[in-house]
Nanobody
Framework: QLVESGGGSVQAGGSLRLSCTHSGYISSRHCMGWFRQAPGKAREGIATRYIGGSSTYYADSVKGRFTISRDDAKNTLYLQMNRLKPEDTAMYYC??????????????????WGQGTQVTVS
């Protein structure tokens, strides 16, 4: 089970940190990541990482502003979002995948999803 938190409303230029807590089952997964979906748009991958390694991947739209990280002791995945823009407004989801292709940032690769947390930037 994946549970996101940390969403909210923020002004442009501000920051938020999203959290995704997970159970130990993710040890059987290869990738975890953050995705988002704005109204009327397709879900897109924005940041992913290998569970068993340190490699991270970012969409061009968030590169240099967002950072994905994890705290294994807390079973938590984070997304630090800085210099937020109105176009970052979306529902943000945490997901885990058994497919070892984190760099693809493709939602279709991910079978385990959280319920989402809303981020609104004005």
């Amino acid at each position: 089970q994946l549970v996101e938190s940390g969403g909210g409303s923020v002004q442009a230029g501000g920051s938020l940190r999203l959290s995704c807590t997970h159970s130990g089952y993710i040890s059987s997964r290869h990738c975890m990541g953050w995705f988002r979906q704005a109204p009327g748009k397709a879900r897109e991958g924005i940041a992913t990482r290998y569970i068993g390694g340190s490699s991270t991947y970012y969409a061009d739209s968030v590169k240099g502003r967002f950072t994905i990280s994890r705290d294994d002791a807390k079973n938590t995945l984070y997304l630090q979002m800085n210099r937020l823009k109105p176009e970052d407004t979306a529902m943000y989801y945490c997901a885990a995948s058994r497919i070892a292709a984190c760099s693809r940032l493709l939602p279709v690769d991910y079978a385990d999803w959280g319920q989402g947390t809303q981020v609104t930037v004005s």
